[in-house]
């Protein structure tokens, strides 16, 4: 349901219109409303400039969004983008899931270099991020990855696209079942890219790209034309590139507590768990925020929920570290030096949100404490 109608009802109130005034500003402002409010305020306010949107949990940053985009013309729907936290913790040897993956780097791409227009890989205005996904440091360069795209009666050499796409991890089978997985049969490529509910079936003519189709994973049989062409973005957020397979071979001999993983690694074989040991296969790890628009407002939705999540967040990854060092003393390995990847504290955000001038607005049902407005001396403004 298109709801953009009510956009200008809901700008006469004067709480919402001195909300308004002060997005361009950015700076501290404290917006005190009921909940349903909210959606139709920020996109609102994404007309001025592109919004960072923390939510508590990433089942409430789904919901947020889909309650944006209704409140956005339809063919401006992708304007809004949510950036999903992994599964694990970033110290655990488990891989998040190839369809997280791939849509944390799709949104990574956009961030870095967004197309022309809206679509799937345009400009983000409106990005909505759970706190846990907020606070855990990226490889650095993540935006750099291309994904690997087709359109029909583009040029493409099939054998290149192949090798192409196992680079960005997705793994050759001979029929097509889950995604992250591709197949080619003579001149037909199927492909279920981890951001998309169907995958597709690219036939070519030579090296002309004639048909991209839809299918049914339980028959095969072939849907409706994609009208987007393929946009398949890598499944992993470690790419076994030379330099990374180099770097785990040399760590062979100082990390005793990861060879088999690391022996594995450097003969470019996939690993479960490999992105744990990121930080010491990488030169550098970002936080989240400095890969937003210079331009952005950071905005946090119910504020106290969100930072009770991140406190509990920073302390179940000190609790497995402790764990960790006292099976070490009794006999265990001692765990890896991996504090590069770990969750950076609320006030550490806040921090680099100031340092980089993105402001700091809440969005809560209740006022803030009197004492507490006094130090942070935010604009307040009654929805």
């Given at each position: 349901m298109n709801l953009t109608g009510l956009l200008p009802t809901?700008?006469?109130?004067?709480?919402?219109?001195?909300?308004?005034?002060?997005?361009?500003?950015?700076?501290?402002?404290?917006?005190?409303?009921?909940?349903?409010?909210?959606?139709?305020?920020l996109a609102a306010a994404a007309e001025q400039r592109p919004l960072v949107v923390v939510t508590a949990t990433g089942r409430e940053a789904d919901d947020l969004a889909e309650s944006l985009r209704g409140y956005l013309p339809e063919d401006r729907a992708d304007d809004v983008a949510v950036l999903p936290a992994w599964e694990t913790l970033p110290h655990e040897r488990l891989s998040p899931r190839a369809d997280t993956v791939a849509k944390r780097l799709a949104v990574f791409r956009r961030l870095a270099h967004p197309a022309e227009g809206h679509g799937q890989a345009g400009a983000i205005r409106l990005l909505v991020m759970p706190v846990r996904a907020l606070l855990q440091p990226v490889v650095d360069g993540l935006g750099e990855l291309e994904p690997?795209?087709?359109?029909?009666?583009?040029?493409?050499?099939?054998?290149?696209?192949?090798?192409?796409?196992?680079?960005?991890?997705?793994?050759?089978?001979?029929?097509?079942?889950?995604?992250?997985?591709?197949?080619?049969?003579?001149?037909?490529?199927?492909?279920?890219?981890?951001?998309?509910?169907?995958?597709?079936?690219?036939?070519?003519?030579?090296?002309?790209v004639t048909e991209i189709r839809w299918f049914a994973v339980?028959?095969?049989?072939?849907?409706?034309?994609?009208?987007?062409?393929?946009?398949?973005?890598?499944?992993r957020e470690i790419l076994l590139d030379d330099a990374v397979r180099a770097r785990a071979a040399e760590l062979v001999e100082t990390l005793p507590g990861a060879v088999e993983m690391l022996d594995r690694l450097a003969a470019g074989v996939v690993v479960e768990g490999m992105e744990s040991l990121a930080p010491v296969l990488v030169d550098r790890m970002v936080p989240v925020l400095e890969l937003v628009p210079d331009d952005a407002l950071l905005v946090v939705n119910e504020p106290e929920r969100v930072r009770r999540r991140a406190h509990d967040l920073v302390a179940t990854t000190e609790e497995f570290l402790a764990a960790a060092w006292t099976g070490a003393v009794a006999g265990g390995a001692a765990p890896i030096d991996l504090s590069a990847a770990s969750f950076e504290t609320f006030a550490e955000v806040r921090e680099i949100a100031a340092r980089r001038g993105l402001g700091w607005w809440t969005l809560s049902s209740f006022t803030q404490d009197t004492e507490l407005a006094s130090v942070v001396e935010p604009v307040e403004s009654r929805v």
């Open positions: 809901l700008l006469r109130d004067p709480g919402a219109s001195a909300a308004m005034e002060h997005v361009r500003a950015r700076g501290f402002a404290d917006v005190v409303g009921p909940a349903g409010v909210r959606p139709p305020l690997v795209q087709l359109e029909i009666g583009a040029t493409a050499d099939l054998t290149d696209v192949a090798e192409r796409l196992s680079a960005a991890a997705y793994t050759r089978v001979d029929m097509v079942e889950r995604r992250g997985e591709f197949a080619v049969r003579g001149g037909i490529l199927d492909i279920f890219p981890p951001t998309e509910d169907h995958p597709l079936r690219c036939e070519f003519w030579g090296d002309e339980a028959d095969q049989r072939s849907l409706e034309i994609a009208e987007r062409g393929l946009w398949a973005p890598p499944c």
